[in-house]
């Protein structure tokens, strides 16, 4: 599987770093709804129509998104409750955007072995600045992130994009993600391999995703199971 494996491509969320967690979103929104005077229900339910267009970058900031929902809410927002908004949402990423312990050693390793590395994820502002802000960036020669690039996994696009910046032809990349939004479908569609990362304790609450769920292919439990992988 692995002999002509020359680029890594890592997913984030339940990937490199925790499943994002509901309930710390759920928070967030609550606070974010008491900020402007709305019920948590009535602004959970404007938010997920957001989703798409901030994973997709057409609404490209968190107070882009909310000004978006105003007129369903009903409501106004000074730049006051909207910068606000933002730093809950700030402060919420840094929270959940924290790699896990074995993640930077394996990122190390992967490079003295001579392979590349890249980062794909479906993720809205600000994830992005605060990935680039975590000392593990510098190991990765390609980040995309869906609402840089207007277009999310499972599309073809996305994979051939991260391909392209790391000059590697996709059946030499090994794609490693925990099966959210058909990614590990998408990377074989894309002709890159595939694996699953499966950390049973995040399942609990989250569940597994459909692709994972389903998933007949290649499956580790920790990252550093990777090394095995481009060694074998």
Known sequence: ????????????????????????????????????????????????????????????????AIRSMLPQLGIEAGEEQL???????????????????????????????G??????????????????AL???????????????????????IYAKSTTELGVPAESCLFVGDGGSRELTGANRAGMKAVLIRVDSEIEEEGWFDDAAEWQGPTISSIQEVLALVDS
């Open 135 to 157: 000392p593990i960036a510098g190991q990765f020669r390609s980040l995309i992130f869906s609402n840089e690039v207007g277009v999310e996994k499972p599309e073809p696009t």
């Open 83 to 113: 910068q606000a908004a933002a730093e809950r949402s700030l402060l919420l990423h840094r929270s959940r955007i924290v790699p896990r312990v074995d993640v930077e050693p394996t990122l190390v390793a992967l490079r003295a072995r």
């Open 1 to 64: 599987m692995t002999s002509a494996i020359r680029a890594v491509v890592f997913d984030l969320f339940g990937t490199l770093v925790p499943k994002w967690s509901s309930e710390l979103a759920a928070a967030r929104n609550a606070s974010i709804a008491d900020d402007l005077g709305v019920s948590a229900k009535d602004f959970e339910v404007a938010w997920q129509t957001t989703f798409s267009h901030r994973e997709c970058g057409r609404l490209a900031s968190v107070p882009d």
């Open 115 to 132: 392979l590349c590395l890249g980062l794909l994820s479906n993720i809205s502002a600000p994830g992005p600045d605060v990935f680039r």
